[in-house]
């Protein structure tokens, strides 16, 4: 079995088992079917779903990390990046827990590795069900805009950018780019990190000739709590986006169609007062609103 040793892996789990996750599940199966091996940080964000595993899998060397506070995707891929570097691995690839990977993922990464040896960021092509492109994405108004398509090689960060699992990162890089902004659990954390990126180290990357299939959460029928709870993170994102003051005007008017949106689909006026008291907390705070 062969042992990918400049590779680190990093899956975010959510109320999930591990051996329910679409993402790992996949990924195993192409470990397999290359005669591979790679070592994984599993993040875990709800513990109690995990915590009495023992994470038996020959395809993996597992590193086990509980988090009860939920301290979310960035702080989960910045402590990868730091055992990554301890380990002296010179890549990192960065997971979610619900998207389907082809049988060829490993060998493709692999090589593309090789074969394009100064790039230091690649990603793959994402699709929701209905084989829309979301990333990478056009990235405009401050938000993320589908593509029709794209095609793999060498492209350039300058309109568009990449949503965060499948990317494999250049380790050096990562560092360079001060890592994922701990403030920003999960919303606006990949176009954060990609944003801050192009101007520090790079407006190249690289797509891979690898199409993923994403089960998008906002695809689903949630529950009102549960767009609440991600409709929270969302206002909380953009308050801790990088962006400057024409950027930070136009998420106010994003948030506030996303709240009239929600506002309309759970015919509940709570979203409205979420996003007004995220204003007001900013306001308070002596912030540009």
């Known amino acids: ?85 301890k380990d002296k691995k010179k890549w990192i690839i960065i997971f979610d827990q619900d998207t389907t990977f082809p049988e060829n993922t490993i060998s493709v990464y692999t090589q593309a590795i090789i074969d394009y040896p100064h790039c230091k960021l690649f990603s793959p092509i994402m699709l929701i069900a209905n084989n829309k492109i979301i990333s990478p994405c056009k990235f405009k108004f401050m938000r993320g805009i589908s593509l029709n398509d794209i095609k ?18 250049d380790i050096n890089s990562f560092k360079k780019n001060g890592g994922y902004n701990e403030r920003i659990k999960l919303d606006f954390s990949d176009h954060d990190f990609i944003k801050r990126l192009k101007h520090v180290v790079t407006k190249e990357f690289v797509v891979l000739d690898l199409k993923v299939y994403h089960e998008l959460s906002t695809a689903n029928k949630n529950s009102f709590k549960s767009d609440l709870i991600r409709f929270d993170y969302y206002l909380s994102g953009s308050r801790n986006m990088s962006a400057s003051f024409i950027e930070r005007f136009l998420l106010k008017i994003n948030g506030l169609f996303r709240a009239t949106k929600l506002c309309f689909k759970h015919k509940n006026i709570s979203f409205g007062k979420y996003f007004l008291n995220h204003l007001f907390k900013k306001a308070a705070k002596g912030e540009i609103i």
């Open 1 to 85: 079995m062969k042992f990918n040793q400049d590779i680190f892996a990093v899956i975010v789990l959510y109320k999930t088992k591990l051996s329910d996750s679409k993402t790992f599940l996949s990924l195993t199966r192409s470990l397999i079917v290359n005669n591979s091996k790679l070592d994984l940080l599993v993040y875990d964000n709800s513990p109690e779903y995990n915590v009495e595993c023992k994470f038996e899998y020959p395809e993996w060397n597992i590193t086990y990390m509980p988090d009860i506070n939920n301290g979310g995707v960035s702080k989960a891929y910045n402590i990868g990046t730091d055992i990554a570097t």
């Open 152 to 169: 793999p090689g060498y492209n350039t960060l300058s309109n568009l950018s990449v949503i965060n699992c499948g990317m494999c990162i």
